[in-house]
């Protein structure tokens, strides 16, 4: 797969997914916005890849939407082309898709890394909500996920300020799993990516959609649906193996059917 604003490199059953607008702290441009959406589309339909890590630079996951871009869209042009409505797509991979986020994540770089399974960062991880000193609010979900990531007061700092936070408070905050030291960013997502795709794949795979869930349903509807679904997996080769493989002290040999 050749991209002009992303890098993609398969390893093993990972696929590791780099944005690559340097010059611009990998602003999401359109581009990259169709990029993403065609690379993601190949690895659904790819059993090869099993889980995928998406990253940016040193310095910028991603400096939010392409403000040079946007800069002169008029509303009637937004409102009828549906603008930005293209990174709904994402959320709807099925896949493990983790966030390996150093430097700033900022407007759509935050929206984007929330849009994942769950963000592991550097200690130089800065994310935050800045559209509002564009005099604009975010557009790609930062209003409803960062609710529901960290809470409404903290998300209201950050959409009605405008601030940053550090990866220390996004850490407490509940918006980033862990926290890694700058050198070990890629090793960390790409060993957690590695260690899921080894695991059994509907298992995998029903756990992100109940999990996901939660954000949909009522909890009792969460809970039955949750139900449903680990009774399903007693219908999988790979139940057995899983628990086969408990009892006789050894580790499993997953055949994700
Ligand atoms: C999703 C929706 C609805 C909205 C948005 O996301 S709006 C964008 C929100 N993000 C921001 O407001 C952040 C904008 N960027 C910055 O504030 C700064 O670039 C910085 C604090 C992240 C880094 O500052 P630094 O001084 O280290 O670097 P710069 O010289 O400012 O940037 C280098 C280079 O990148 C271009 N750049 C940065 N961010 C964007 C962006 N979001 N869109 C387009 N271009 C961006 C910046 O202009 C500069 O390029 P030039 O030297 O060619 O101007």
Known sequence: MTFETLIVEIRGAVALVTLNRPQALNALNSVVMRELSE????????????????????KAFAAGADIKE???????????SDFLAGWAELPNF??????????????GGCELAMMCDFIIASKTARFGQPEITLGIIPGMGGTQRLVRAIGKAKAMD?????????????????LVARVVEPGKLIDEALAAAERIAGLSGPSVLMAKEA???????????????ERRLFQALFATEDQKEGMAAFVEKRPPAFKNR
């Open 158 to 174: 950050l959409c009605l300020t405008g601030r940053m936070m550090d990866a220390e408070e996004a850490e407490r905050s509940g």
């Open 211 to 225: 999990v996901n869930r939660a954000f949909e349903l009522t909890l009792a509807e969460g809970l039955r649906f």
């Open 70 to 80: 946007m800069q002169h869209v008029e509303f009637a042009e937004a409102y009828s």
């Open 94 to 107: 099925r896949k493990p898709l983790i966030a390996a986020v150093s430097g700033f994540a900022l407007g």
């Open 39 to 58: 690379a993601f589309k190949t690895f659904d339909t790819d059993p090869a890849v099993r889980a995928v890590v998406l990253t940016g630079s040193e």
